[in-house]
């Protein structure tokens, strides 16, 4: 059963950090393109950042551009999301989830959730001082 569980959530002041963890199992990481993704009370769930299968290729939202960091490491099944310098807009359940893909480089549609096939439950993030 293919599953994604994500953790490393919690409260943080603004300026701070967190790192997510994105734990899959049932199938094999190297195959799948990575997606986060986060939703904000009475907002549509958006698009943070992806990457590739071989973590060669990412792509990242505009507002978070230069503060967060996909990564991953298909040996441990996870993939991360360093976010650094946060603000409370920043405050949102966060998303991961996957698609089957193992082109080179990330497709412009990663960022939509219409282009995944399979999401973990979220993890919450609040920005609060």
């Known amino acids: 059963q293919l599953q994604l569980v994500e953790s490393g959530g919690g409260l943080v002041q603004p300026g701070g950090s967190l790192r997510l963890s994105c734990v899959v199992s049932?199938?094999?990481?190297?195959?799948?393109?990575i997606g986060w993704f986060r939703q904000a009370p009475g907002k549509e769930r958006e698009g943070v950042s992806c990457i590739s299968s071989s973590g060669g290729s990412t792509n990242y939202a505009d507002s978070v551009k230069g503060r967060f960091i996909i990564s991953r490491d298909n040996a441990k099944n996870t993939v991360y999301l360093q976010m650094n310098s946060l603000k409370p807009e920043d405050t949102a359940v966060y998303y991961c989830?996957?698609?089957?893909?193992?082109?080179?480089?990330?497709?412009?549609?990663?960022?939509?959730?219409?282009?995944?096939?399979?999401w973990g439950q979220g993890t919450q993030v609040t920005v609060s001082s």
């Open positions: 049932g199938f094999t990481l190297d195959y799948y393109v």
């Open positions: 989830a996957a698609r089957s893909s193992t082109r080179a480089r990330v497709q412009p549609m990663c960022v939509f959730r219409t282009y995944y096939d399979y």
